[in-house]
């Protein structure tokens, strides 16, 4: 597998450099970044799981899929049409929850699919990578571009034609290397500092460059965990993308070790008594301005629909004050939140996915406002 | 929300740095220790605080009792009295780094702030008392012995309006709208995992932290309002998904009720579409519950 990708990687490389871009149909290696929650992780449940989402069951019944088993354990390929997309994907699922899914096909189709298959399943997410965390991976080589993509239509809770509206959105690419630069100023206050996400980073990476000057990849990491791949180096690809889901996993992880609320019962040692100990906590997430309207913005977060997949009737204990007991639809868990204006107090019961924090996180940046935060109690910054 | 839980989930809340709760107290390193523990004194006699918090950094430990009546109890009081540091150490398991000073604090309303102060003073205790006020906590007699911890307490300013309520979120005496709305996402939850059945108990210990160590009848008072409100959510805003089930009671020893319908394992666009409805359905039952004229909705014979 990792020959032929190699192989795709590099030849799309030289048809770049020759030609100075790809034909239409020419397709770059990507690789996504999943999430996967099986209550068994053998292989066998494994391609189970798979079976179920790219079958007819996630699909639906204009699909078609294929899953192959390859000579080692938790490595598959799947081939898979729907519609008129058609596309093939390598799953390496040697992490049995934080999978890796490559692909050569086109960008277009196997974007699709994928986005299906996600939507559908209830056992699949992706990565959601914070714009912090983008910022670090950055700095894992050299930083040669960057998208922002912010759109505050999705939780419309103003009258974007005010005289004193917020960014309706702001969208922008840029190659080269004063990126760092121009994402400075606009972070300015006085420029665009609640509207400017970073979307995409774009970053050349070398296993070893001291080894190896002409082995790179030059990777364009996107904030819904998809990676595209140029550069000559396959190993420098799978390398940078490993750095990137460690980080991503070791929080994800973090996250449900520490936040989950936990009551436990602890027997005394001179007694037939237990007393009681509450472990976990709530994530602060602050905004940088007030919620401007309330009833609109929990609609639009808690409506069950992408991209917040949340779902939960927001129940007013106060003036302007909400809880919402919700259930994340990714894996179907309960997750509790207290909203005003200002703040928002996110509770995860014992069990729960801490990618559900990742993804309202990040779609709170993208979608409300570029300079949310999220802490624990303590006060440190969680990406 | 009851005097008890208001209490417990500030006190948590701040001990964990909550947003929007004065974090006096978590930057004086407490953290809650144990609720609801009972240990013996230095005269092998019973108290029964509600909530134990301590700071290692400070090595303060403040045990508190809260009072929703105008009393205090003159033999209560005695045996708080009696409570020395190897009591904590050995009986309390608090590690004794914490608690080489510790405080009883009682806490009270406001309307009984003449009444409280009485039992403590005529018995010569140095107890802290403290009064829920409109913005927080006032101290009206004495005071904590660690002058950093009398600090942070003197007047508390507190938000009542925004208090957190997740961390304990009922109890027997909350409303049933309150259940309604914990409840209905626990069934639904349960729906997806493709289960025949919804069990009130099952929903009962996923909704209130502790269930299993609870005595039978106040689990039972719960159990009563969980029912309440499954059962008018099966005879009315999901009588399509949801029948009570009055046979299986006999084995499963709770309320039970069949799952009839379940969309939510159909095929993907069928499955958002139920989760619409059933939103729909979920707020309108809530509503149902907060409405203090609604019209009590009764079986029908032989339903």
Same mark, same amino acid.
């Given at each position: 597998?990792?020959?032929?990708?190699?192989?795709?990687?590099?030849?799309?490389?030289?048809?770049?450099?020759?030609?100075?871009?790809?034909?239409?149909?020419?397709?770059?290696?990507?690789?996504?970044?999943?999430?996967?929650?099986?209550?068994?992780?053998?292989?066998?449940?494994?391609?189970?799981?798979?079976?179920?989402?790219?079958?007819?069951?996630?699909?639906?019944?204009?699909?078609?899929?294929?899953?192959?088993?390859?000579?080692?354990?938790?490595?598959?390929?799947?081939?898979?049409?729907?519609?008129?997309?058609?596309?093939?994907?390598?799953?390496?699922?040697?992490?049995?929850?934080?999978?890796?899914?490559?692909?050569?096909?086109?960008?277009?189709?196997?974007?699709?699919?994928?986005?299906?298959?996600?939507?559908?399943?209830?056992?699949?997410?992706?990565?959601?990578?914070?714009?912090?965390?983008?910022?670090?991976?950055?700095?894992?080589?050299?930083?040669?571009?960057?998208?922002?993509?912010?759109?505050?239509?999705?939780?419309?809770?103003?009258?974007?034609?005010?005289?004193?509206?917020?960014?309706?959105?702001?969208?922008?690419?840029?190659?080269?290397?004063?990126?760092?630069?121009?994402?400075?100023?606009?972070?300015?206050?006085?420029?665009?500092?609640?509207?400017?996400?970073?979307?995409?980073?774009?970053?050349?990476?070398?296993?070893?460059?001291?080894?190896?000057?002409?082995?790179?990849?030059?990777?364009?990491?996107?904030?819904?965990?998809?990676?595209?791949?140029?550069?000559?180096?396959?190993?420098?690809?799978?390398?940078?993308?490993?750095?990137?889901?460690?980080?991503?996993?070791?929080?994800?992880?973090?996250?449900?070790?520490?936040?989950?609320?936990?009551?436990?019962?602890?027997?005394?040692?001179?007694?037939?008594?237990?007393?009681?100990?509450?472990?976990?906590?709530?994530?602060?997430?602050?905004?940088?301005?007030?919620?401007?309207?309330?009833?609109?913005?929990?609609?639009?977060?808690?409506?069950?629909?992408?991209?917040?997949?949340?779902?939960?009737?927001?129940?007013?204990?106060?003036?302007?004050?909400?809880?919402?007991?919700?259930?994340?639809?990714?894996?179907?868990?309960?997750?509790?939140?207290?909203?005003?204006?200002?703040?928002?107090?996110?509770?995860?019961?014992?069990?729960?996915?801490?990618?559900?924090?990742?993804?309202?996180?990040?779609?709170?940046?993208?979608?409300?406002?570029?300079?949310?935060?999220?802490?624990?109690?303590?006060?440190?910054?969680?990406? | 929300?009851?005097?008890?839980?208001?209490?417990?989930?500030?006190?948590?809340?701040?001990?964990?740095?909550?947003?929007?709760?004065?974090?006096?107290?978590?930057?004086?390193?407490?953290?809650?220790?144990?609720?609801?523990?009972?240990?013996?004194?230095?005269?092998?006699?019973?108290?029964?605080? /509600? @909530?134990?918090?301590?700071? %290692?950094?400070?090595?303060?430990? $403040? &045990?508190? #009792?809260?009072?929703? *009546?105008?009393?205090?109890?003159?033999?209560?009081?005695?045996?708080?009295?009696?409570?020395?540091?190897?009591?904590?150490?050995?009986?309390?398991?608090?590690?004794?780094?914490?608690?080489?000073?510790?405080?009883?604090?009682?806490?009270?309303?406001?309307?009984?702030?003449?009444?409280?102060?009485?039992?403590?003073?005529?018995?010569?205790?140095?107890?802290?008392?403290?009064?829920?006020?409109?913005?927080?906590?006032?101290?009206?007699?004495?005071?904590?012995?660690?002058?950093?911890?009398?600090?942070?307490?003197?007047?508390?300013?507190?938000?009542?309006?925004?208090?957190?309520?997740?961390?304990?979120?009922?109890?027997?005496?909350? /409303? @049933?709208?309150?259940?309604? %709305?914990?409840?209905?996402?626990? $069934? &639904?939850? #349960?729906?997806?995992? *493709?289960?025949?059945?919804?069990?009130?108990?099952?929903?009962?210990?996923?909704?209130?932290?502790?269930?299993?160590?609870?005595?039978?009848?106040?689990?039972?008072?719960?159990?009563?309002?969980?029912?309440?409100?499954?059962?008018?959510?099966?005879?009315?805003?999901?009588?399509?998904?949801?029948?009570?089930?009055?046979?299986?009671?006999?084995?499963?020893?709770?309320?039970?009720?069949?799952?009839?319908?379940?969309?939510?394992?159909?095929?993907?666009?069928?499955?958002?579409?139920?989760?619409?409805?059933?939103?729909?359905?979920?707020?309108?039952?809530?509503?149902?519950?907060?409405?203090?004229?609604?019209?009590?909705?009764?079986?029908?014979?032989?339903?």
């Amino acid at each position: 597998m990792a020959e032929r990708l190699q192989q795709v990687m590099s030849h799309a490389y030289t048809d770049l450099e020759e030609r100075q871009q790809l034909e239409a149909e020419t397709s770059l290696l990507k690789t996504y970044l999943v999430e996967a929650h099986s209550e068994n992780s053998t292989h066998g449940d494994i391609r189970a799981l798979l079976r179920g989402a790219f079958g007819q069951e996630g699909l639906g019944e204009r699909s078609e899929s294929h899953i192959h088993e390859t000579e080692e354990e938790f490595f598959y390929s799947v081939d898979v049409k729907w519609a008129t997309n058609s596309a093939e994907f390598y799953v390496d699922a040697s992490d049995q929850r934080f999978w890796l899914l490559h692909s050569v096909s086109k960008s277009t189709a196997a974007d699709r699919i994928l986005q299906r298959v996600i939507a559908n399943d209830s056992h699949l997410d992706t990565a959601w990578l914070p714009m912090q965390l983008l910022e670090q991976v950055a700095a894992m080589g050299l930083f040669r571009g960057l998208g922002l993509d912010f759109d505050r239509r999705e939780v419309p809770d103003v009258d974007f034609e005010a005289p004193d509206a917020p960014v309706e959105y702001l969208k922008m690419q840029l190659w080269g290397n004063r990126a760092r630069e121009v994402l400075n100023t606009l972070r300015e206050t006085h420029a665009f500092a609640d509207a400017t996400t970073l979307s995409k980073v774009r970053v050349k990476h070398w296993l070893d460059r001291a080894v190896d000057q002409d082995s790179f990849t030059l990777d364009d990491v996107k904030w819904d965990g998809k990676i595209t791949a140029r550069g000559t180096s396959f190993p420098s690809h799978i390398n940078l993308v490993t750095s990137v889901y460690r980080t991503y996993a070791e929080k994800v992880k973090g996250f449900e070790e520490r936040f989950s609320l936990r009551y436990e019962a602890a027997q005394m040692a001179n007694a037939r008594r237990s007393h009681y100990t509450v472990s976990g906590e709530p994530f602060n997430i602050t905004f940088s301005r007030p919620i401007a309207d309330m009833e609109k913005f929990l609609d639009s977060v808690f409506s069950g629909a992408e991209p917040f997949r949340l779902w939960g009737a927001p129940v007013s204990l106060g003036r302007n004050y909400f809880r919402v007991t919700a259930l994340d639809l990714h894996v179907t868990h309960r997750i509790t939140f207290e909203i005003t204006p200002d703040f928002m107090r996110v509770y995860l019961v014992d069990g729960s996915c801490g990618n559900s924090i990742a993804r309202l996180y990040t779609n709170l940046q993208h979608y409300y406002d570029s300079g949310v935060t999220l802490k624990s109690g303590e006060g440190d910054t969680l990406f | 929300m009851s005097f008890n839980l208001r209490l417990l989930n500030l006190f948590f809340g701040m001990c964990k740095g909550a947003g929007g709760l004065p974090r006096g107290l978590y930057e004086l390193g407490f953290r809650v220790e144990t609720v609801e523990i009972r240990f013996t004194n230095s005269d092998r006699r019973t108290v029964a605080p /509600e @909530l134990i918090i301590a700071s %290692e950094q400070i090595h303060h430990t $403040v &045990l508190f #009792e809260w009072k929703s *009546g105008a009393n205090t109890d003159t033999d209560q009081l005695q045996r708080y009295s009696r409570i020395t540091t190897e009591d904590l150490v050995a009986k309390a398991y608090l590690t004794r780094g914490k608690c080489t000073i510790h405080d009883i604090a009682v806490i009270g309303k406001d309307e009984h702030r003449d009444r409280i102060p009485i039992g403590i003073e005529e018995g010569g205790y140095d107890f802290p008392v403290l009064v829920v006020v409109a913005d927080g906590l006032e101290t009206i007699l004495n005071g904590f012995h660690v002058a950093e911890t009398d600090a942070a307490f003197r007047r508390l300013t507190v938000n009542w309006d925004t208090l957190p309520t997740t961390f304990f979120p009922v109890d027997a005496d909350s /409303e @049933l709208w309150e259940f309604a %709305e914990h409840a209905i996402p626990l $069934v &639904l939850q #349960e729906m997806q995992k *493709g289960s025949p059945r919804v069990l009130a108990n099952e929903i009962g210990k996923d909704i209130v932290p502790l269930w299993e160590t609870m005595r039978p009848d106040y689990q039972g008072r719960l159990e009563n309002k969980i029912e309440a409100v499954i059962d008018r959510a099966a005879r009315r805003e999901f009588s399509n998904y949801l029948h009570k089930n009055e046979r299986a009671k006999a084995r499963t020893h709770t309320p039970t009720w069949d799952v009839m319908e379940n969309p939510l394992v159909g095929a993907a666009d069928k499955r958002l579409k139920a989760w619409k409805a059933m939103l729909k359905q979920h707020k309108a039952l809530v509503e149902y519950f907060k409405d203090e004229h609604r019209q009590e909705d009764l079986p029908l014979r032989g339903e």
